[in-house]
Every structure is written in C-alpha cells, then in structure tokens.
C-alpha cells in the first residue's frame, strides 16, 4: 500500500469516525436550519439594511451599485460590503447560538482553560 493510499484510508477512518461522534442526522439538520438562516439573513441585509445605508449614499442611493473602473475592468465594490455585512451578521449569530449551547451545557466551552 503506498503511502497516499494511507492518507485516504486514514482520512476515511477519521471522517467515519467524526460522523459516528458527532451523529449524521444531526449534520444534516444543523446544515439545513444553516442553510435557512443564512437566506434569511442575506435577505435582511439584501431587503432592509442595504437599503438603509444607500440613503446615506449621495450619489447612487444603492449600496449594491457603488462601484468604480479602472480602464475596461469595474469593481463593484458596494456588493463586496453587502456581503461583509451578511457575513459578519451570520458570524454573530453563530456566536450567540454557541454561547447559548455552552450556556446549556449542551455542548464543551473549549475556550476556558480546564
């Protein structure tokens, strides 16, 4: 056996493994609800806060539409920032919800020292 065909072996035993531990049905439903959040979230910041701040914008009045060119090529940097919003809010809630399991003690706060 070669060695790549230990790695695959080995990586395959830990994955099997991980689902063991952790459970497959619950994957696939914490992936799911996730998936469902992050649309939810993405259509709050798409719907009511971009929005928001592209009042604040002179010119376009639409933070998605900020954008600048250099020569041919256009740089839409204001999609970029509506995205940075989505994600830092998605990551906040994220926190919040490992906070509340920790807080339950439904899952280990490996942050604190034992």
Do not use: C, H
Not at 68 to 92: C, E, H, P, R
């Amino acid at each position: 056996m070669s060695d790549s065909d230990a790695v695959k072996k080995s990586l395959l035993q830990e994955f099997v493994v991980f689902l063991q531990k952790f459970g497959v049905i619950g994957l696939a439903i914490a992936f799911v609800v996730g998936a469902a959040a992050s649309k939810l979230v993405t259509a709050f910041v798409t719907d009511l806060v971009t929005p928001l701040i592209g009042l604040a914008m002179p010119d376009t009045g639409d933070l998605k539409a900020m954008s600048f060119s250099l020569g041919k090529s256009t740089f839409m940097y204001g999609d970029l920032i509506a995205n940075v919003i989505d994600f830092l809010i998605i990551a906040v809630i994220v926190f919040l919800a490992y906070k509340q399991l920790t807080r339950f003690k439904l899952v280990e706060d490996k942050t604190k020292p034992s």
